[in-house]
């Protein structure tokens, strides 16, 4: 079995690990190191099992941790070459730590790495999928307005994917937030709402997909509950039991989320 696990999940901070005790790959590093340490030993994973870091792209809340973690434990980064300069120029890449420009795929010990482009509004951001040994594909697809035609080809036949289920539209449209920052959410370059997320999950149900984790969810503009039910009944619309044909839940903001696959 291996560990699909989101170890945070919000605008706080966002990682995720993939992989066994031994050996595995961490998506992005949203918090500092020490939180990252304490969420891998939660799950029962040393930090030099880490073999790489892939970064989606250059926010906070993916890679304010790692400069420290990836230099205190000398574990590999990867990302797009422009989201790698954008990195650099902030300082992030300073440290004794090898960086490497993925473009397409990158093979880490037993693991075969894909990127996909996103649709987000940063210079190149990308999402990622897994081929375990298994030959089983896992994939984590956050930070995107739209699930373009491309993002899609590259995640379908998941049979586990962590999806962004960030906002529910009309709690986002009346709530607080200045009008620049709603356009800048519901555009095509924001972040996926719950009802974009239910209709994505509805097309992965139909190439395999069985294990979904809803991700990235808003504080202010979504509810936990929310969230998972508008995916549930869309899913369900399609005729898939829970607990039969799929399994669903809500990824945790401040802890792990566990699922072995």
């Known amino acids: 079995m291996y560990k699909f696990c989101s170890l945070f999940s919000g ?7 993939i992989g066994t005790e ?5 998506i992005d590093a949203g918090k500092n190191c020490k939180t990252i340490v304490n969420a891998l030993a939660a ?8 073999k790489a ?18 230099n205190k434990y000398k574990i590999p980064v990867y990302s797009s070459e422009p989201t790698l ?25 037993s693991f075969h790495i894909e990127s996909h482009k996103t649709s987000h509004d940063v210079i190149d951001s990308h999402c990622y999928s897994v081929l375990l040994p298994n030959l089983d594909k896992v994939s ?8 373009t035609e491309e993002t ?9 994917i962590l999806l962004e289920s960030n906002h529910d539209v009309g709690m986002l449209s009346n709530g ?13 370059y924001g972040h996926l709402s719950n009802d974009a997320s239910a209709e994505a999950s509805a097309e992965l149900l139909k190439t395999g997909t069985e294990h979904i984790v809803l991700a990235h969810l808003s504080l202010e503009n979504n509810f936990p509950e929310l969230a998972y039910n508008t995916t549930l009944s869309r899913l369900m619309l399609e005729g898939a039991t829970l607990g039969t044909d799929f399994t669903l839940e809500v990824a945790k903001r401040e802890e792990p989320t566990i699922l072995e696959v």
């Open 53 to 70: 870091l892939f970064i989606t792209h250059e926010h906070g809340d993916h890679c304010q941790g790692m400069r420290v973690f990836c």
């Open 176 to 188: 607080p937030y200045p009008y620049p920052l709603k356009h800048r959410i519901l555009g095509d």
């Open 85 to 109: 300069q954008i990195l650099d120029e902030a300082g992030h890449l300073n440290g004794d730590f090898p960086v490497f420009a993925i473009s397409g795929y990158a093979d880490i010990g």
């Open 152 to 160: 899609m080809d590259g995640v379908k036949g998941s049979k586990a």
């Open 22 to 26: 031994h050996e595995g790959i961490l």
């Open 11 to 17: 605008s706080s901070g966002n990682a995720t690990y």
């Open 140 to 147: 984590v697809v956050t930070d995107t307005g739209i699930v």
């Open 43 to 50: 799950i029962g994973i040393e930090p030099t099992a880490v």
